[in-house]
């Protein structure tokens, strides 16, 4: 069982998993390689100068992966509740379970609608609907959070990876019980 599956690889999904993965907690990122990001040219992402989207979710993904994420290409069906947390359940009929799961599926909120989350109007041009969550990223749902532009953040990447950051954050924080501090000295 991992400790949170994150259901999206765009930038507030790969962010939260370099969070909760360097935190020593056993991360699962599922994505389906279908996001807008691998489609955008970043000349206002802070840190670089210029970029493809597709150069940064792979520099996300090896920067997750160093902190020891798992990586699955999958198109999530349903999530089910169990006794001690998740199961989260594949098109191909593969299944996994975890303890928490963090949703940043971009524009598509068809799985929180399958999974009966409260939903919401968008307010950005191209997204139509977003999960209703609190700013700490909680959803109806207790062990179900939101991050991103699913939770209703703008469509910028560099905003959106900070969602995802702040999401993982208030995760790790509720379970260790006390705010969590990630910061590394030279």
């Given at each position: 069982?991992?400790?949170?599956?994150i259901?999206?690889g765009?930038p507030?999904?790969?962010s939260?998993?370099?969070?909760?993965?360097?935190?020593?907690?056993?991360?699962?990122?599922?994505?389906?390689?279908?996001?807008?990001?691998?489609?955008?040219l970043?000349?206002?992402?802070?840190?670089?100068?210029?970029?493809?989207?597709?150069?940064?979710?792979?520099?996300?993904?090896k920067?997750?992966?160093?902190?020891?994420?798992?990586?699955?290409?999958?198109?999530?069906?349903?999530?089910?509740?169990?006794?001690?947390?998740?199961?989260?359940?594949?098109?191909?009929?593969?299944?996994?379970?975890?303890?928490?799961?963090?949703?940043?599926?971009?524009?598509?909120?068809?799985?929180?609608?399958?999974?009966?989350?409260?939903?919401?109007?968008?307010?950005?041009?191209?997204?139509?609907?977003?999960?209703?969550?609190?700013?700490?990223?909680?959803?109806?749902?207790?062990?179900?959070?939101?991050?991103g532009?699913?939770?209703?953040?703008?469509?910028?990447?560099?905003?959106?990876?900070?969602?995802?950051?702040?999401?993982?954050?208030?995760?790790?924080?509720?379970?260790?019980?006390?705010?969590?501090?990630?910061?590394?000295?030279?």
């Amino acid at each position: 069982m991992y400790d949170v599956a994150i259901i999206g690889g765009g930038p507030a999904g790969q962010s939260a998993a370099i969070f909760t993965s360097k935190a020593g907690l056993k991360t699962l990122l599922v994505d389906n390689e279908k996001g807008l990001t691998q489609r955008a040219l970043l000349k206002n992402h802070y840190g670089l100068f210029e970029a493809t989207g597709a150069e940064l979710v792979a520099a996300g993904r090896k920067q997750a992966e160093r902190f020891g994420t798992v990586f699955q290409q999958a198109q999530i069906t349903d999530i089910a509740k169990t006794e001690d947390g998740f199961t989260i359940h594949t098109e191909a009929g593969v299944s996994f379970a975890a303890k928490q799961v963090i949703l940043a599926t971009g524009a598509n909120a068809a799985l929180a609608k399958t999974i009966g989350l409260k939903t919401k109007d968008g307010k950005e041009k191209y997204v139509k609907t977003v999960i209703e969550a609190d700013a700490a990223g909680h959803t109806a749902v207790p062990g179900i959070w939101a991050a991103g532009v699913a939770a209703g953040v703008s469509v910028h990447t560099i905003v959106t990876s900070g969602d995802g950051a702040k999401t993982a954050i208030n995760l790790i924080s509720e379970l260790k019980g006390e705010r969590y501090t990630d910061h590394d000295k030279a």
